[in-house]
């Protein structure tokens, strides 16, 4: 049977799938350049250091203004963020969708646009529909700065990843391997650090539950290993994920603590990995579940790690967004 | 009082024979071999063919007149080649009484464009639980029954709605999916639902409850219509109830020949419909089962929406796309033109199709039938332009496509209600009435 072929011309507008990825909005690490990811994690390392030296006020911002807006719950993100954001000394404000008109029944883009209206120049969103950041992203003219967006993304999470695995790796990503465990269908977290670590030449194996692995997540460059322990052997690196109590009433789980003896990353399994390799996790950690209490507080984990990196990350990426955007704090200073 | 208005220089739509077709007083009186003369209309060789039916519309009134109106959906139906359309009853309030029924056809005799055949609740209020007055309602005027949108969760319901409906004759036409398999996903499970982290719906969702509808018609006996079939398994399921001669008939929708779920994009929301598009093996057996007979009419799936209600985050924003002003060029872009089926074929997918699943009367190119009538260039091509569309709604994933087939002008029951601005004798020229 001939196949129907036709020219697809560039979207005209009417529909709303152009995908705004420039340097003013992070979205996610989708389509992100080997160069482009080096260029920001040299940037967070500067930051990094800066913010482990005496002098903590890093001031390249001033006079931008940022809104963290999360319409989900976070701590450490949102954190994180407001934590990058003073020491770069920009104005900075936060809302969660708790106290906002969105329950007053005013549309996503409608509320962002207010707050845009108020001179806002950057805004960091957290929402749980995917895609979110995006659609804002061909709406408004703010830099948006995805804070996590549904089970899509959550870019400066991945970064973090990577500026963790740098550290440790010296630097080198090719030729290594890392393990992702646990709940792949539903983690954003997972989606970003496949798109960072495939652009940087790291090979990913993932792992999980059948009815947590997503169909043709192969298709991301990514292989899929059968047990914890096929996909840790001969790992540099394991990153377990979070897994929410609501799987199980979901009905796609049984129990945690068979979840914790199919899938948990433990002292046993950690050995299956290289001798210096290390644990990742995003956060929250549900100790004794997805990953054992002994390998959290154990040699081999960097999990504070990732998240003091988090901070040095998030100022990288607002910079990056505020220099691309013309801004008085952004242009220039580096 | 009654003019007589004469098409000259026309091609058959089925014979391809050169005819010139003379109306009076809303009915076809003569068709004959072109003759020589150059009185009337010259159709420069434009193919003329009984008008379209659309036995799958959503004209929002009662109700979400914001989204659409039954003069507006019914000008879009003539504007894309229709003379009568099936409406669905997932309105507000829900037309499930025969009062709503008869409000549907007055309005649609007031200020449509084309014919209304409205469809009717199978439930009171499409909960799924108790039977809607189905005789009443067939009585008033309903052609059918239907919990579009809101499948009939409950396999009892659904045999006794097939046990009941069954002397009036009229089919139970099924929105297949299973609600609990669907979850709260948004679009195709696959790949692309994947990479967006949008949660999928299973081509199974669908095709279970086209499997055990099929084993409820062989119980019942009833008449079952499935509705825009997407996927492979449901074809399945269709070919294997007409191998086993049950009265079980199907239709599918342009968008799931056109497009795969990769139409999705970066969270288009105008790719969003329910059924969801799919895999490239659902597209292409959506094609097999057009070719070998098993659907036996297409429809369009007519949604439309408000930009607003589209402008949301994708699982936030309602399911559905526009069709009726695309649907014969993308028919003949996607069928006709690679050559799947004759021109003929996909004519009668949209003409004989639909009006032997609702038992309508058949519409001839003969004199003494109605004069339902399109006359279009197969060959002509067009882009897309939501702004021209008549219809309300502007969501369609097919902006900015050159398609192939244009209709020039319809008449319904004599009267002009469409003429294309490409088209050389305006719409008061083409009136006969």
Redesign the interface.
Known sequence: MPAVTMTTPAPSGAGNFLRPQTPRHLLGLEGMSRAELLEILQDAQRYRDLLDGPGIAVRELEGVTVCNAFFEGSTRTRISFELSEERLGATTVSFSSIDSSTAKGESLLDTLRVIQSMRVDLLVVRHASSGACAFLARHLEAGVINGGDGQHEHPTQGLLDLLTLRQVWQGWFEGRRIAIVGDISHSRVARSAIHGLRSMGTDVTVTGPPTLLPIGIEELGVSVAPTVEDAMRGADAVMGLRLQRERMEQGLLASPGEYSRVWGINAARVELMKPEAVVLHPGPVNRGVELASDVMDGPRSVIFEQVTNGVAVRCAVLKRCAAAMGLPGGRGAL | MSRRIVIRDARHWRTGEAIDVAIENGAIVEVKPSGTGSDGLDARGAVLAPGLMDPHVHLREPGQAGKETIETGTHAAGAGGFTSVACMPNTNPVVDSPAWVEWVLRRAAEAGFCRVHPIAAVTVGQKGEQLADLAALAAAGAVAFSDDGLPVMSAETMRRALEYARPTGRPIVCHEEDLTLRGRGHMN????????????IPAAAESVMVWRDVELAALTGGRLHLAHLSCAGSFEGLRAAKRRGLAVTGETCPHY??LTDEA????????KMNPPLRSARDR?AT??AI?DGTIDCLATDHAPHTV?D???????APFGIVGLETALALTI??LVK???VSLARAIELWTEGPRRVFGLPEVKLAAGSPADLVLFDPAAEWTVD??RFQTKG?N??F????LQGLVLATWCGGKATWAAPEWKPGLAQLSAR
Not at chain 2, 310 to 316: A, E, L, Y
Request: no cysteine.
């Open positions: 499970e696959g790949p692309t639902a994947t990479r967006l982290g949008i949660r999928g020949w056109m999705v994009g970066d969270y288009d929301t105008y790719a292409e094609i097999d070719v607003e589209k402008r949301q985050p994708f699982d936030q872009t996607g690679p050559g799947h939501p702004p502007r369609t994933p902006t900015g496509w050159r």
